[in-house]
């Protein structure tokens, strides 16, 4: 079974600051996909970033971006340039990427950090 | 493009009933998952349905059950409510739900116990 640690339950930044959230996950499968997910206080689930575990290149979405360790099976996101609608809490997950049988629709989650970003 | 809704948004009940949540996916999307959301167990996995079949399933007992109509709408159904299954219920739908599908969560459902 895969799980999936974020060993930071809470963290904060000054606006405008470069932030880092880390998350660890243990799995035996070789084909995977990761995400970092945000929610908000109002609740919504917003995918904020995705990385396939077969590409080396770490992946970007404007301010966001990933550094992927795959030996050290380590998934951290970098939230550089933070704003006041960054505060959330966020959430690591991953997903075996052979479907089938135990693969289908499960995300497994870390337990979440909670971002506050200060003015 | 509409998003995922799930209605209804709050409910309350009480130990023993039974209530039903219902989840509607994006439009082309006939994957849909549910998690249950709680302070101390997070985010778990439920069931999956694709197709109106139930493709995977997590570990909760049988009280926890679900569907998925032909037009990809899923409801979950959860008997004999008891204090613990108070949580944030979200479902979460996908293309296929195959391994390049990208999830994308509905609002979710707070059910109370009381």
């Known amino acids: 079974a895969q799980t999936v640690t974020q060993s930071q339950p809470e963290m904060s930044v000054q606006e405008a600051e470069t932030v880092t959230l880390s998350c660890t996950y243990d799995t035996s499968e070789s084909n995977y996909y990761l995400f970092w997910y945000k929610q908000p206080p109002s609740r919504q689930m917003i995918l904020v970033i995705r990385?396939?575990?077969?590409?080396?290149q770490n992946a970007t979405e404007n301010r966001f971006s990933v550094n992927f360790q795959k030996a050290a099976k380590s998934f951290s996101l970098k939230i550089s340039d933070s704003q006041l609608g960054d505060t959330a809490m966020y959430f690591c997950a991953f997903m075996k990427a052979n479907a089938g049988g135990t693969s289908y629709g499960k995300l497994t989650f870390g337990q979440g950090t909670i971002l506050t970003v200060h003015p | 493009k509409a998003g995922v809704t799930q209605t209804p948004r709050y409910l309350i009940k009480t130990r023993g009933q039974q209530v039903t949540l219902s989840c509607s996916p994006i439009s082309g999307h006939r994957s849909v998952s549910w998690y249950q959301q709680t302070p101390g167990q997070g985010l778990q996995f439920l069931f999956e349905y694709f197709s109106e079949t139930q493709r995977n399933k997590g570990n909760f007992p049988g009280r926890f059950s679900g569907r998925q109509f032909s037009n990809s709408r899923s409801e979950m159904n959860v008997s004999t409510l008891e204090l613990g299954d108070s949580a944030l219920y979200l479902c979460?739908?996908?293309?296929?739900?195959?391994?390049?599908?990208?999830?994308?969560f509905g609002p979710g459902t707070r059910l109370t116990v009381l």
């Open positions: 979460a739908s996908s293309l296929q739900g195959g391994r390049t599908d990208t999830q994308y």
């Open positions: 990385q396939e575990a077969y590409k080396q």
